[in-house]
């Protein structure tokens, strides 16, 4: 909207103070200088003792010189407020300040936040808590790849659980994904691990005790066409443990031509009698009933769970 005269301040404003309590002044007791020139006695208050006085009748101003009509000891607490020198400040008044004022992550909650954070706004009702949390590592994304290696750049003694998301379509048809540890900076290929499934649709469990993977991810062999592949998570525990065995559990998602989905529950894990192992690395591969083949497309991502 216009308006007549000077554009209005946008800083918060407060008034400034000069304190002359023993001050003798020239001539004693009368004569004082100002910090500030004022034009008249209507643009400061004068305090004596916390009494105000009464503008040209308990004193006169010229400029930066003020005249008390009446003397005023140096023991007098003796003070002036600036009516006409208003000073910008920074400062807004409490509770003025509104969330729309407030950047996107402008607030410290580990240092500036204390009390209870309401359920309501994300918090968990608590004063304070050890949460857990899910540190994103890596992404990869793949074409044509003849496997998702995660290797120790990724999976070491940082963490001793993690967490992965995926999703893969297989170059070849009726094909199923498998699960290897990596110990060591190498495949471990040997009859050392033990897996189970089990299908919602009623399919049943099966398990195999002695074998080559640590786990099978669905039990109905997935298709490469339009809408097929496998969507799934896990989670690897005990991954820096040489007393329990690194094991995963998760669940799929697996889509064929069939177009209804089969929800899959599996798991997997090292045997007892190989729990020394210390996994560095996981290696996720698709293989038909004759050979390996690739994955045409898809991605894993890889977090770190901080305990």
Not at 46 to 54: G, M, P
Not at 131 to 154: E, F, G, M, Q, R
Not at 291 to 303: K, P, Q, S
Request: charged share 15%; proline share 3%; net charge negative.
């Amino acid at each position: 909207m216009p308006f007549i005269g000077n554009t209005p301040d946008v800083n918060f404003t407060s008034f400034a103070k000069q304190d002359l309590t023993g001050v003798t002044g020239s001539p004693a007791k009368r004569g004082y200088t100002l910090s500030h020139a004022v034009a008249n006695a209507n643009e400061i208050e004068v305090f004596v003792n916390n009494v105000r006085q009464e503008p040209t009748e308990a004193y006169t101003v010229n400029g930066t010189g003020l005249t008390m009509t009446g003397d005023v000891e140096t023991s007098d607490d003796f003070y002036i407020i600036y009516l006409g020198k208003a000073i910008q400040t920074t400062v807004p008044p409490d509770g003025s300040v509104s969330t729309a004022k407030i950047a996107s992550s402008a607030v410290d909650l580990t240092s500036k936040v204390t009390g209870v954070l309401p359920v309501a706004n994300g918090g968990t009702g608590a004063t304070s808590f050890n949460a857990s949390a899910l540190v994103k590592l890596v992404t990869l994304n793949l074409s044509n790849s003849a496997d998702a290696t995660i290797s120790s750049t990724y999976i070491n003694s940082t963490y001793d659980t993690y967490k992965f998301i995926y999703d893969f379509l297989p170059v070849a048809n009726n094909a199923y994904l498998y699960t290897r540890a990596i110990v060591g900076g190498s495949e471990d290929t040997g009859n050392n691990y033990g897996w189970e499934y089990f299908t919602l649709d009623g399919g049943g469990t099966q398990n195999n005790d002695s074998t080559n993977v640590m786990a099978v991810h669905h039990k109905y062999t997935i298709g490469n066409g339009d809408g097929e592949g496998i969507t799934g998570e896990f989670t690897l525990f005990n991954v820096n443990s040489t007393t329990r065995s690194a094991c995963i559990s998760g669940h799929s998602t697996s889509f064929t031509s069939n177009p209804v989905p089969t929800q899959n529950i599996f798991g997997g894990a090292y045997k007892s009698d190989q729990r020394a192992k210390v996994l560095n690395g996981l290696r996720l591969f698709m293989e038909t009933s004759s050979a390996i083949t690739n994955i045409a497309t898809g991605f894993v991502t890889v977090y770190g769970v901080v305990k």
